[in-house]
């Protein structure tokens, strides 16, 4: 297991450093000149020249990625074009945001899409099966900036439940120790705060977990079915055991594999894939700075950015396969 | 956004017990096909999107993108439901009914040639992966593995960027992100295959390797990739509206697309929700239709699945 | 692993959404709507209001963006302020000002008794010392456009680096209140250009003790983030980035102490995400209403205030594309255009059409230039004339931006575009996305037929809008006007502005003959307050410390 981890880990590095190489270029071969999108409207000529000058955007593309590599190596990931800050604090500043929304996304799938799957898996055909299957199947069909837009209509307009956009009222006194609001508010006793997070996290969640919970239910669903009819639940039932202690200890746990590998495959899109979502809550994590930095032409923050999604989305899945491991003996990864 | 390669068929596509059953498997495929009801649904569901964008012409009562009424349209307020425009206008000043209609032509237009551009680069990529040696392989898939771990929205942003902001580079967008998807399909596929015995039987009896490829594991192809394709119908028509609603497809805001009427029924929402209802909606019933045909037909494909 | 979907069951009515409704249902965010407690002035609590994004710096001199100033005008003052409500300048810091006959020289009477933030005193000195700082900006990232732009832009100059011929020469003192300013040429705009908050006044002990080193981006230094001390209402007290700043009342302000214990600028991109953010209370003010809530405000009882236009949104034309260089299709589109339709079908309340390239308030404005009242026929006719029936125009506009001057360019697109087809001219519609692909078509290319675009002016100077748009040959443009540019360039170099106005005036008459392109209207930028927020007053140039402002 030891030596797997570690070929899987030795492997990364020429992908990360292949991929370093090609957003270098690919960033740089997008039109548009990062010095227009620093000044705006009152860019002169001159301004734009003297600005390429001292970033030296108009090197040649090698020197820059040299000096590039020669700053990464000493952990320096350059600052923003558009605001100026370190790329490396504004990523750590906003990771806990993503993933804060990523897992309370995930929890909203999974809280809801194990149950309503097994309760779906066990009798298929029933009536309770064909609604939690259509419901599946809307939530995968419907676009997520819709969803957004249905419930920030909903909940937000015409009942004036929940707050549209940001991670936490302005009015609440709330310091942030971690980044993760929720979190923050707990371990400094302010509750107020932490419950104002939750509040803030109910809408983007749901808009984001929604075609999550609608696979998990499904996948939940098949995988209940076929451990049904398998010869050795069918013993257990026949041998007469209660029928909840045959739901948890055979069908749930054999059923959670499937289940696990996709939550985990989910988990890497959800990282990246919440670029829609924090757009349009405004939710102040890496996919809306990353989008706001690709109309900017904003390089350091494109290169080290997206470096750093490659770099978590592979460790995800090598987690997601060690873990894999663990949970069944009977796959044990070569 | 975009959906991961369908376990299920990338196990169907690499099955050759599967494969091996030849024609008889469409033939019960298709058998299946018809008795489900759900099949039926998708169906009727595409067959009516279709019929709206090719007829389109004939069903809208006023011209595509017409902004014939732009003086009635105000801050504040947009005309719904009355005489002569039977959902009332859009946001632009046109009729909200003949938009969403000429906007399924849209849709229909993106969506097939995106998924069939999509389909033909990534077919090409999985046969030389799958159909020419280990080398080649190795290294068509880590470009593919690549091309997975770019976010697709920053993909298509970037194409949008070289292109122009145009129906054409959102073709383009949606296909790249559909390459590595086929791909990996038909790579699976003829690998799969290659082991199977009636590849062994056609190369013993020293077939062309060419020759077996395109005569004996391409056809077995088949099946699992019609699937994919019209899964990723589904998800095309979402994506275009998901470029649009990013400021990304076409240059005239008032044209007729659903994405598009999205994005400028927003700022409207209090007044007049019906601006962004309908495209939701619109969008959201075509790609259920394509969604419940796909996965009809890999139930159908799929005996296994029969109980 | 291998698993499979089953058979699926027949569709049936579809309600499981119910589930969703529950779950948000739980979650009532009924709020404390107050304020803070204990204030000890007269009125207290604490004043949120929203901006459409987050500072780039504290620093003022190192910004030229609005949502920059907006802290800066609580935590600092200049020299030179503005009459409240106008953008003509007023004495601050310096209580008077006199410039000598050739216009090479200023002296000014400062405010005596005066204190920075950190303690430490405003006085001559230190106010020489912030002339000499600027003038001292060390080469690299802090002598761009992009950070000190106002000084390059008025002052050409640094002491060292790649531009050397600085207007700027030296600053005396004489005496403890008084210094005087010198010049290397005359500039009649001097006095109001310090009305900019570039130009406020910082602490000399603080930027010593906390600024940029060496070659450090000076705009994120230690001071610039965690640290500006200026002699402002309100104190910094912490800048949780991307959050929220929060400044507090500055207890030993020298003016009229501020009502309220606490301000708090927070930043909310979508003008409807603020507008919905004011209705359930979480903020008390927002700026940049977007013009489609405004009347939603109002209805649930919020107060809307206009800040006096103080920009222009204008339809530019390409005279680089035939047959644009022709004047008289030049003329029909200006004829084609009914300027209120649009205001109507874009622009909220209140925004007149524009006559000119500059908004009434300024200087060189004068009613009396040649107007191309709405009137289709007579554009028809001219393009009879010139040839060009069949006419086809790209017309280019940006998407995913608002501006001051242009609230909903997709709108006011659409609804010019109507108005140029009625006359027969066919419109090749052109999005680009803001930033950087529309700027870069329009300044960087000749590849643009018309196209929208506008200018917000940062103080009481002509120059800074006809200098800015026709003082040279340019892309936007694509005209060579050598009379027009050299009676530009001799009008900004009239030492006095009494003299200067009568030449802008005619300048503008010059420029509505030439008709580069057609000035639309000066849109009314609105802010939105909750009932209880009294003492807010709009200024044309965002000049508004908040010291009066009360929310009780």
Same mark, same amino acid.
């Given at each position: 297991?030891?030596?797997?981890?570690?070929?899987?880990?030795?492997?990364?590095?020429?992908?990360?450093?292949?991929?370093?190489?090609?957003?270098?270029?690919?960033?740089?071969?997008?039109?548009?000149?990062?010095?227009?999108?620093?000044?705006?409207?009152?860019?002169?000529?001159?301004?734009?020249?003297?600005?390429?000058?001292?970033?030296?955007?108009?090197?040649?593309?090698?020197?820059?990625?040299?000096?590039?590599?020669?700053?990464?190596?000493?952990?320096?990931?350059?600052?923003?074009?558009?605001?100026?800050?370190?790329?490396?604090?504004?990523?750590?500043?906003?990771?806990?945001?993503?993933?804060?929304?990523?897992?309370?996304?995930?929890?909203?799938?999974?809280?809801?899409?194990?149950?309503?799957?097994?309760?779906?898996?066990?009798?298929?055909?029933?009536?309770?099966?064909?609604?939690?299957?259509?419901?599946?199947?809307?939530?995968?069909?419907?676009?997520?900036?819709?969803?957004?837009?249905?419930?920030?209509?909903?909940?937000?307009?015409?009942?004036?439940?929940?707050?549209?956009?940001?991670?936490?009222?302005?009015?609440?006194?709330?310091?942030?120790?971690?980044?993760?609001?929720?979190?923050?508010?707990?371990?400094?006793?302010?509750?107020?705060?932490?419950?104002?997070?939750?509040?803030?996290?109910?809408?983007?969640?749901?808009?984001?977990?929604?075609?999550?919970?609608?696979?998990?239910?499904?996948?939940?669903?098949?995988?209940?079915?076929?451990?049904?009819?398998?010869?050795?639940?069918?013993?257990?039932?026949?041998?007469?055991?209660?029928?909840?202690?045959?739901?948890?200890?055979?069908?749930?746990?054999?059923?959670?594999?499937?289940?696990?590998?996709?939550?985990?495959?989910?988990?890497?899109?959800?990282?990246?894939?919440?670029?829609?979502?924090?757009?349009?809550?405004?939710?102040?994590?890496?996919?809306?700075?990353?989008?706001?930095?690709?109309?900017?032409?904003?390089?350091?923050?494109?290169?080290?950015?997206?470096?750093?999604?490659?770099?978590?989305?592979?460790?995800?899945?090598?987690?997601?396969?060690?873990?894999?491991?663990?949970?069944?003996?009977?796959?044990?990864?070569? | 956004?975009?959906?991961?390669?369908?376990?299920?068929?990338?196990?169907?596509?690499?099955?050759?017990?599967?494969?091996?059953?030849?024609? /008889?498997?469409?033939? &019960?495929?298709?058998?299946? #096909?018809?008795?489900? %009801?759900?099949?039926?649904? !998708?169906? =009727? @569901?595409? +067959?009516?999107?279709?019929?709206?964008?090719?007829?389109?012409?004939?069903?809208?009562?006023?011209?595509?993108? /017409?902004?014939?009424? &732009?003086?009635?349209?105000? #801050?504040?307020?947009? %005309?719904?439901?009355?005489? !002569?425009? =039977? @959902?009332? +206008?859009?946001?632009?000043?046109?009729?909200?009914?003949?938009?969403?209609?000429?906007?399924?032509?849209?849709?229909?237009?993106?969506?097939?040639?995106?998924?069939? #551009?999509?389909?033909?680069?990534?077919?090409?990529? !999985?046969? =030389?992966?799958?159909?020419?040696?280990?080398?080649?392989?190795?290294?068509?898939?880590?470009?593919?593995?690549?091309?997975?771990?770019?976010?697709?929205?920053?993909?298509?942003?970037?194409?949008?960027?070289?292109?122009?902001?145009?129906?054409?580079?959102?073709?383009?967008?949606?296909?790249?992100?559909?390459?590595?998807?086929?791909?990996?399909?038909?790579?699976?596929?003829?690998?799969?295959?290659?082991?199977?015995?009636?590849?062994?039987?056609?190369?013993?009896?020293?077939?062309?390797?060419?020759?077996?490829?395109?005569?004996?594991?391409?056809?077995?192809?088949?099946?699992?990739?019609?699937?994919?394709?019209?899964?990723?119908?589904?998800?095309?028509?979402?994506?275009?509206?998901?470029?649009?609603?990013?400021?990304?497809?076409?240059?005239?805001?008032?044209?007729?697309?659903?994405?598009?009427?999205?994005?400028?029924?927003?700022?409207?929402?209090?007044?007049?929700?019906?601006?962004?209802?309908?495209?939701?909606?619109?969008?959201?019933?075509?790609?259920?239709?394509?969604?419940?045909?796909?996965?009809?037909?890999?139930?159908?494909?799929?005996?296994?699945?029969?109980? | 692993?291998?698993?499979?979907?089953?058979?699926?069951?027949?569709?049936?009515?579809?309600?499981?959404?119910?589930?969703?409704?529950?779950?948000?249902?739980?979650?009532?965010?009924?709020?404390?709507?107050?304020?803070?407690?204990?204030?000890?002035?007269?009125?207290?609590?604490?004043?949120?209001?929203?901006?459409?994004?987050?500072?780039?710096?504290?620093?003022?001199?190192?910004?030229?963006?609005?949502?920059?100033?907006?802290?800066?005008?609580?935590?600092?003052?200049?020299?030179?302020?503005?009459?409240?409500?106008?953008?003509?300048?007023?004495?601050?810091?310096?209580?008077?000002?006199?410039?000598?006959?050739?216009?090479?020289?200023?002296?000014?009477?400062?405010?005596?008794?005066?204190?920075?933030?950190?303690?430490?005193?405003?006085?001559?000195?230190?106010?020489?010392?912030?002339?000499?700082?600027?003038?001292?900006?060390?080469?690299?990232?802090?002598?761009?456009?992009?950070?000190?732009?106002?000084?390059?832009?008025?002052?050409?100059?640094?002491?060292?680096?790649?531009?050397?011929?600085?207007?700027?020469?030296?600053?005396?003192?004489?005496?403890?209140?008084?210094?005087?300013?010198?010049?290397?040429?005359?500039?009649?705009?001097?006095?109001?250009?310090?009305?900019?908050?570039?130009?406020?006044?910082?602490?000399?002990?603080?930027?010593?003790?906390?600024?940029?080193?060496?070659?450090?981006?000076?705009?994120?230094?230690?001071?610039?983030?965690?640290?500006?001390?200026?002699?402002?209402?309100?104190?910094?007290?912490?800048?949780?980035?991307?959050?929220?700043?929060?400044?507090?009342?500055?207890?030993?302000?020298?003016?009229?102490?501020?009502?309220?214990?606490?301000?708090?600028?927070?930043?909310?991109?979508?003008?409807?995400?603020?507008?919905?953010?004011?209705?359930?209370?979480?903020?008390?003010?927002?700026?940049?209403?977007?013009?489609?809530?405004?009347?939603?405000?109002?209805?649930?009882?919020?107060?809307?205030?206009?800040?006096?236009?103080?920009?222009?949104?204008?339809?530019?034309?390409?005279?680089?594309?035939?047959?644009?260089?022709?004047?008289?299709?030049?003329?029909?589109?200006?004829?084609?255009?009914?300027?209120?339709?649009?205001?109507?079908?874009?622009?909220?309340?209140?925004?007149?059409?524009?006559?000119?390239?500059?908004?009434?308030?300024?200087?060189?404005?004068?009613?009396?230039?040649?107007?191309?009242?709405?009137?289709?026929?007579?554009?028809?006719?001219?393009?009879?004339?010139?040839?060009?029936?069949?006419?086809?125009?790209?017309?280019?506009?940006?998407?995913?931006?608002?501006?001051?001057?242009?609230?909903?360019?997709?709108?006011?697109?659409?609804?010019?575009?109507?108005?140029?087809?009625?006359?027969?001219?066919?419109?090749?519609?052109?999005?680009?996305?803001?930033?950087?692909?529309?700027?870069?078509?329009?300044?960087?290319?000749?590849?643009?037929?018309?196209?929208?675009?506008?200018?917000?002016?940062?103080?009481?100077?002509?120059?800074?809008?006809?200098?800015?748009?026709?003082?040279?040959?340019?892309?936007?443009?694509?005209?060579?006007?050598?009379?027009?540019?050299?009676?530009?360039?001799?009008?900004?170099?009239?030492?006095?502005?009494?003299?200067?106005?009568?030449?802008?005036?005619?300048?503008?008459?010059?420029?509505?003959?030439?008709?580069?392109?057609?000035?639309?209207?000066?849109?009314?930028?609105?802010?939105?307050?909750?009932?209880?927020?009294?003492?807010?007053?709009?200024?044309?140039?965002?000049?508004?410390?908040?010291?009066?402002?009360?929310?009780?």
């Amino acid at each position: 297991m030891l030596r797997f981890i570690v070929r899987r880990l030795a492997l990364m590095i020429p992908v990360l450093v292949g991929l370093s190489i090609l957003l270098f270029v690919w960033v740089r071969a997008l039109p548009g000149d990062p010095a227009r999108a620093m000044l705006g409207e009152r860019a002169t000529p001159e301004a734009i020249d003297q600005i390429n000058k001292i970033y030296g955007f108009k090197e040649p593309v090698f020197g820059q990625y040299f000096t590039y590599v020669g700053r990464l190596l000493h952990g320096d990931f350059g600052a923003s074009t558009r605001d100026g800050r370190s790329v490396v604090s504004t990523f750590f500043e906003q990771f806990p945001a993503t993933i804060e929304l990523a897992v309370a996304a995930l929890l909203f799938a999974v809280a809801l899409g194990i149950p309503l799957g097994f309760w779906a898996g066990r009798r298929i055909g029933g009536w309770v099966d064909n609604l939690v299957v259509s419901g599946s199947l809307l939530g995968v069909v419907t676009p997520v900036f819709f969803l957004a837009i249905l419930l920030k209509l909903v909940f937000a307009d015409w009942l004036g439940w929940l707050p549209t956009s940001r991670r936490q009222d302005a009015r609440i006194e709330a310091t942030h120790v971690t980044n993760f609001y929720v979190l923050d508010g707990v371990i400094t006793r302010e509750w107020d705060a932490s419950w104002d997070a939750i509040v803030h996290l109910i809408l983007p969640a749901v808009a984001l977990g929604t075609i999550p919970l609608a696979i998990i239910v499904r996948i939940t669903r098949a995988s209940v079915a076929e451990v049904m009819s398998e010869d050795y639940v069918r013993t257990a039932v026949s041998k007469g055991l209660p029928p909840q202690i045959v739901s948890r200890r055979h069908i749930l746990r054999n059923a959670m594999l499937p289940v696990i590998t996709t939550i985990g495959l989910w988990t890497g899109l959800l990282l990246s894939g919440a670029v829609l979502t924090e757009s349009v809550f405004e939710w102040n994590g890496i996919g809306r700075y990353l989008f706001l930095a690709i109309g900017q032409r904003d390089y350091p923050v494109l290169q080290g950015y997206i470096l750093f999604i490659a770099l978590i989305y592979s460790l995800v899945n090598l987690a997601v396969d060690v873990s894999y491991g663990v949970i069944d003996p009977r796959v044990r990864v070569s | 956004m975009t959906l991961p390669l369908d376990p299920v068929l990338a196990d169907l596509a690499a099955d050759p017990d599967e494969a091996e059953a030849g024609t /008889s498997l469409w033939r &019960a495929a298709w058998r299946r #096909l018809r008795r489900n %009801p759900v099949a039926i649904i !998708g169906a =009727l @569901l595409v +067959l009516a999107f279709v019929l709206v964008a090719v007829f389109a012409p004939a069903i809208a009562p006023y011209p595509e993108n /017409s902004h014939q009424w &732009a003086d009635e349209v105000t #801050l504040t307020s947009v %005309p719904g439901p009355r005489d !002569g425009n =039977l @959902l009332g +206008l859009d946001r632009y000043g046109s009729d909200l009914f003949s938009q969403l209609v000429y906007g399924a032509r849209q849709s229909l237009v993106v969506g097939v040639v995106s998924t069939a #551009l999509g389909l033909l680069a990534g077919a090409l990529l !999985g046969l =030389l992966a799958g159909g020419v040696g280990r080398k080649t392989d190795t290294a068509v898939m880590r470009v593919v593995d690549l091309m997975l771990s770019v976010p697709s929205l920053l993909l298509a942003v970037s194409v949008v960027a070289v292109l122009g902001q145009n129906r054409y580079s959102v073709m383009i967008a949606i296909a790249a992100a559909q390459v590595p998807i086929f791909a990996r399909l038909l790579r699976g596929s003829m690998l799969g295959q290659s082991k199977s015995d009636y590849v062994l039987a056609a190369t013993s009896l020293g077939l062309r390797r060419r020759t077996i490829v395109l005569g004996h594991v391409l056809p077995n192809s088949l099946g699992p990739t019609i699937v994919q394709a019209t899964l990723n119908l589904a998800t095309a028509i979402i994506e275009v509206a998901a470029l649009s609603f990013l400021g990304l497809g076409e240059a005239d805001p008032a044209v007729a697309e659903w994405g598009r009427m999205l994005v400028a029924a927003q700022d409207r929402f209090n007044e007049a929700p019906q601006l962004a209802l309908w495209p939701g909606f619109a969008i959201a019933v075509s790609a259920l239709g394509f969604t419940l045909l796909g996965e009809a037909m890999r139930e159908a494909l799929d005996p296994k699945g029969q109980r | 692993m291998t698993y499979r979907s089953l058979r699926y069951p027949r569709l049936t009515a579809v309600a499981a959404v119910a589930a969703l409704v529950v779950v948000a249902g739980c979650a009532d965010s009924k709020r404390d709507t107050g304020s803070g407690s204990g204030g000890t002035g007269a009125s207290g609590g604490t004043f949120v209001f929203a901006g459409s994004a987050d500072p780039v710096t504290l620093d003022p001199f190192f910004a030229s963006d609005g949502e920059s100033f907006r802290p800066a005008r609580q935590i600092f003052e200049g020299l030179v302020g503005t009459k409240p409500g106008t953008a003509d300048p007023a004495p601050l810091l310096a209580t008077s000002w006199q410039t000598a006959q050739d216009g090479l020289s200023t002296t000014f009477e400062l405010q005596s008794g005066v204190k920075f933030q950190d303690g430490t005193d405003f006085n001559a000195d230190a106010a020489c010392w912030n002339f000499d700082r600027w003038y001292n900006t060390p080469p690299g990232i802090g002598q761009t456009e992009d950070q000190s732009y106002y000084w390059i832009s008025l002052f050409k100059g640094f002491a060292k680096g790649d531009l050397t011929d600085s207007v700027y020469k030296s600053c005396t003192v004489d005496g403890d209140n008084k210094i005087t300013v010198a010049l290397t040429q005359p500039f009649a705009g001097f006095v109001a250009a310090l009305s900019l908050p570039s130009f406020s006044m910082q602490s000399p002990t603080a930027i010593k003790k906390w600024g940029a080193t060496g070659q450090d981006d000076p705009s994120q230094s230690e001071y610039a983030t965690a640290h500006p001390t200026g002699t402002g209402p309100f104190v910094f007290q912490s800048w949780d980035k991307g959050n929220q700043i929060t400044l507090t009342r500055n207890e030993n302000y020298w003016g009229e102490k501020a009502l309220v214990d606490e301000v708090r600028i927070v930043p909310i991109a979508e003008p409807k995400a603020r507008a919905d953010a004011l209705l359930n209370g979480e903020i008390d003010g927002f700026d940049l209403v977007g013009p489609a809530d405004i009347s939603r405000l109002q209805d649930a009882g919020f107060q809307i205030a206009n800040r006096p236009a103080f920009n222009i949104l204008y339809l530019g034309i390409n005279q680089a594309v035939k047959p644009l260089d022709d004047i008289r299709v030049r003329q029909a589109i200006a004829y084609a255009i009914d300027k209120e339709a649009v205001i109507n079908a874009s622009m909220p309340e209140g925004t007149k059409p524009a006559l000119e390239f500059v908004p009434d308030s300024v200087n060189g404005y004068t009613p009396d230039v040649k107007t191309y009242d709405y009137d289709p026929a007579k554009a028809k006719d001219l393009l009879a004339q010139a040839g060009a029936q069949n006419l086809t125009i790209q017309f280019n506009y940006p998407t995913d931006v608002t501006r001051p001057y242009m609230p909903s360019p997709g709108d006011t697109f659409n609804a010019i575009r109507s108005e140029l087809e009625a006359v027969g001219i066919n419109v090749k519609p052109q999005a680009d996305r803001w930033d950087p692909d529309y700027l870069d078509r329009i300044q960087g290319g000749k590849d643009h037929g018309i196209h929208l675009l506008g200018w917000t002016g940062d103080y009481n100077d002509t120059d800074n809008f006809l200098g800015v748009f026709f003082g040279r040959k340019s892309n936007e443009w694509g005209f060579e006007n050598q009379k027009l540019f050299d009676a530009l360039t001799k009008a900004r170099g009239i030492p006095v502005v009494s003299d200067q106005t009568p030449v802008y005036q005619k300048i503008n008459q010059q420029v509505m003959d030439f008709l580069p392109g057609i000035p639309i209207a000066s849109p009314v930028p609105s802010l939105a307050f909750d009932p209880k927020v009294k003492g807010y007053v709009p200024s044309p140039v965002q000049d508004e410390p908040w010291n009066l402002v009360s929310v009780q």
